[in-house]
Structures are given as C-alpha cells and as structure tokens.
C-alpha cells in the first residue's frame, strides 16, 4: 500500500456531495483514461513481458470500471463529457524524468501514485454516501485501485533496483502532495 503523503481535505468531499453528477461523469472520463494508460505501456513496451499480462488485464478491468460508471450516468440521464485535460495528472506526467528506463520506473510509479490518490478519494465517497448500488460500487473500486497502485509498484521493483525504486517514489509522493495542495477543489477524482 502506498502511503500518501497528504490526504484529501473535507472540503473536497464537500465540493463533490454538492455536484455529484459532474464527480461521475469525471469519474467515467477517469476510468477510460486509466485503461487507455494499461494499453500505452503495451504498446509503447512489447518487448517487456514482464507488464504485458498484468498491464493488459489492468486495461480491460479498468474498461470495465468504466462501463459500470457509464451505466450510473446513464440511469441519471447525463451524459458523457468532452475530453478534457486533467491538471493534476499532467503536472505529474511532467515530472517523470527523459530517457528510456527512468522514464518507463517513473512512469510506473506515476501511474501507482494517481491509483493511490483514487483509492483514497473513492473510499472517502464509499464512505460518504447512503446504503445501496453506488455505496456499493465505490466499495468495489476502492479495492480495486488498492490492488491497482499496488500493481504499478510492484512492476518497477521487478524491473528495477529496488532501492532507487523507494528513493524515486518517495520524490514523486513529495511532489504529488504539493500539486494536491495546490489545486482548487471541483467535482472531480482530481
């Protein structure tokens, strides 16, 4: 389990309660965004067996996670929103470091601290909300996310020595702290 060097503060939880309508359907643009990220690490590392069979399953369950949101959505009679850039995933994608194998630790370890963040901030809502499907949903996909930031971290330290692994995750822990902090509450995972 990773540990997160700040939590989310309530008022986060607040701004999402108040337009939990928007929350989901970011929440859906999110989960097709993680499995685009599964896919990515295929396609741009073929010759990695090592993350083709974890990676690949990653994908499709997080294809699923967002078949399950969309179908929330639909029952609520909203729709999908446009792509649109998410702050605090691109200022952590501009901190993994240029160059082959930094850039591929890094980009794991990226990718296990942004499923950390939703572990955290979908148990918050898990928590916050009334007995029944979505309460239930929000259970499921926290553990989901526990199981998937664990995944990432685990593929650097096989890739990688373990050691540099640690020092590495505790930099981009530090700096996802700060971005967090810095960024104004919305009705979205990020």
């Not at 963040?117 to 928590?127: I, M, Q, T």
Request: glycine fraction near 6%; charged fraction near 30%.
């Amino acid at each position: 389990m990773l540990e997160l060097r700040t939590t989310t503060p309530a008022p986060w939880l607040d701004t999402v309660l108040a337009d939990f309508d928007a929350f989901l359907v970011d929440h859906a643009a999110c989960e097709r965004k993680a499995s685009a990220t599964g896919m990515w690490f295929v396609v741009r590392y073929p010759d990695r067996p090592v993350l083709l069979e974890p990676l690949i399953a990653f994908a499709r369950e997080e294809l699923e996670h967002f078949h399950r949101v969309y179908r929330v959505i639909e029952q609520r009679g909203l729709k999908l929103g446009a792509d649109r850039k998410d702050e605090y995933v691109g200022r952590l994608l501009r901190l993994a470091r240029n160059g082959g194998e930094e850039h591929l630790c890094d980009r794991l370890l990226l990718a296990g601290i942004v499923e950390a963040r939703g572990c955290e901030r979908f148990a918050l809502v898990a928590d916050a909300l009334p007995p029944g499907e979505l309460k239930d949903m929000y259970v499921d996909l926290t553990r989901a996310e526990a199981r998937h930031h664990g995944l990432f971290v685990q593929l650097a330290r096989r890739l990688f020595e373990d050691g540099g692994v640690r020092a590495r995750l505790g930099e981009l822990l530090e700096a996802e702290a700060n971005i967090v902090a810095s960024l104004p509450f919305r009705a979205a995972v990020h």
